[in-house]
């Protein structure tokens, strides 16, 4: 029964692979037989994530080599200056294979045709982390080495580094640029694409040869990451501590010493609730950080990747699995995971998601519980030690995905419900499940995921 | 009594003057005596504007070259590619003189001391502004031809220009970025930097000579210029039937040929407020434009500014000057004009400010009347041949502004409250009225802040 179901869905996710000029290149999104494909025929980079993981694990490496050929082929590489096609550096969202007379090429979608034009941040970054974790799994260095590929890494540094209207560390992204990829408050400098850019930007400092033309950006890259770690680690950081420092702030404090740098008004922080709902030995970084803006919902992806990326101390890591842990029913319920807790509600979802009917409390990115979370959360809980997470995460998963039909998303405030728009057989769900379990069974599969500042990268 | 009105303001406005080297640079924010001065000893690029338009048409054109030329000095010259400083091209909010051993220097903010840290990113746009009537003023083009002119106007076209992560002709910044510089749910694509953006376009094409050096960048500023019109008087504009399209907008909708782009839920707009609101043969341009976003408050700046820059057509012009007439109560009031209408209330205020006690409903930011936008009032009515506008605004202003000591705002729905927190003797205050009085007066001076798309400058 048991290896049953992984059986099955290793069988799944050999069924979505598509192929270009026949070979594998991607996994289409969701083989879901019901409803029209819409987008769904698509490969999208961020869905393709826990696809190329467990490729890599299983040694059939050639897709994800063959993967990040074709879509590095895809970047923009030409300077622009006009805004008529998308920056220099950008990765395109999904791609598709497309006939003309006959003839195969890929389509590439840079958010051009998705539903509300949102840009595909995220793209670039997952792109790089995975480059990373192909060249480790294989060792294939040289791979990372080659002219296109160092052109590449340079062009979406340069698009993460050039020279932009802001003033922190962190990258300023339109509402709904990453996963969430509708709008949901989460415009500025939202957690997610922070912890993907630290890892981008440690990747970037591995596989970067470090030769004439690439000493600027180099020295750009190792300039940003001590900022950046030092600013998320502080600012994004939320205990009961930090949380009676900001519940005390004074409003409109004028200069360089002030202790309330972002004028957080402290009225506007739900310090009621979170009194309550904070573990005494639990922490989090919080969902964003602007002027006068604090967002202290819990997301998930931003909170588990910056474990993995060790943007988060080790105390800090062990903090936040705390609060996985004696929050099991906010954060894991009958699903690994949520999304983010809390869903936003009445007023502030009208306000916030712009009335978005997909996006109502407690469903789809508001609050959904997402089992593509899961790797993420078994390479949390292995990075940590705290691997009984994992494994009774795993179990909930598997109790029901199979008879679910590995279901894009959950919706309820403890994950009971089959998403109300859900896919059935979304590929990244059943990806994630296989990667989970092998991320649990053999911390050897770690190195592929997990940064340590210090990681260097030899050349063969 | 009326040239004593004027006489009393223009010795307000040479007190406020600041001199370096002997020299005037530029105005003080504020002369007011009550209070701790905090930042309101500096001068601020953009509360300089109509200080510097009133200098010029008086002919005291010196201060105006003397601010450009030292401001020019503290924009950022050097490549960032980490964050450890401002992006090359912008320019600070403020700046003041400092004595070090009794040297003299100037010290410029880049929102780096400012409350809340927001970017001044309409600074530069301003910048440029100014820099476009003085040469028209004076007809020294020589001045913005030379070296040190032209790689300023290019640093800012570039920074503008650069590449990001959007898609869109307009530019991405973070909220309050501009005059209203505190979080008011203006991230992402406020019209107000749309509009300052455009008139930055068109004074780059006029002013940058077309030489090997600008080749490349008078390309990009030519191909955004089109594509930036035709996406605001577009997807910005708001009249009954524009009301009438979006009041019955399909979600959900997929492809590059999708009618609702944005996936605006119509239930996110307050269609029955601006169903009643709209006056028959008016409309305006929206706030701001995003994913599942459409901002429908009334953001007078913005506007007026898209009239004087040519960003608006004529027929458009023409609307948002009848909704002014037809909304006088709303829009103008007892003190002329309103910053944006309407308030955020209730939940909509803390979610979208934070809580911020000096942006409550009706005060400040947040729907505060301010006589620093009379002077594009008036010229947007003169430009619009609705000078009876004009001249009613400015006896409105005329009636309170000396008594209530040159205030900086005013609070109420309808601007009957001097501001709460306002301070006296506000230049810009001041300055503004002179200017809005010379506009009406003399037709002639809106060559120094009209555009027309053909505008060209000749080389003296």
Redesign the interface.
Known sequence: MESDIYETAWQKLLDSIIYYEDRPVGTVAALDTEGEA??YDQCFIRDFVPSALIFLIKGKTEIVRFFLLQTLKLQIKE??????E?????MPASFKVVYVDEEEYLKAD??????????P?DSCLWWLFLLRAYVIATEQYCLAHSPEFQKGIRLIM??C?????????T???????SMID??MGI??HPLEIQSLFYSALLTARQLLIPDRENF??L??VE??LE??AAHIRHHYWLDIERLNIIYRYK??????E?LN?????S??IPYAQLSEWLPEAGGYLVGNL?????DCRFFSLGNLMAILSSLTTKKQSQAIMNVIEQKWEDLIGYMPMKICFPALK???W?????????NRPWSYHNGGNWPVLLWMLAAAAQKTNRIEIAQKAIEIAARRLKTDEWAEYYDGKNGRLIGKEARKYQTWTIASFLCAKEILDNPQNMKIVSFDFNDLVECS
Chains 1, 2 share one sequence.
């Open positions: 819409v987008n300077t622009q200056l006009d805004f008529l998308p920056g220099r550096g950008l840079f958010g051009d045709r998705a539903i509300g034009r949102v840009t941040v340069e698009l580094l050039s020279a932009r209207f802001d003033m922190y560390p990258l300023l992204v339109p509402d709904g640029s509708r709008r415009d500025g600027k950006i020295k750009a300039n940003r900022p950046l409003g409109e404090e004028y200069g360089e002030a740098q972002f004028n957080i008004y009225n506007s602007g002027p006068s803006k604090l009445n007023r502030d009208e306000v916030l998601t712009g009335c978005d009917p997909k």
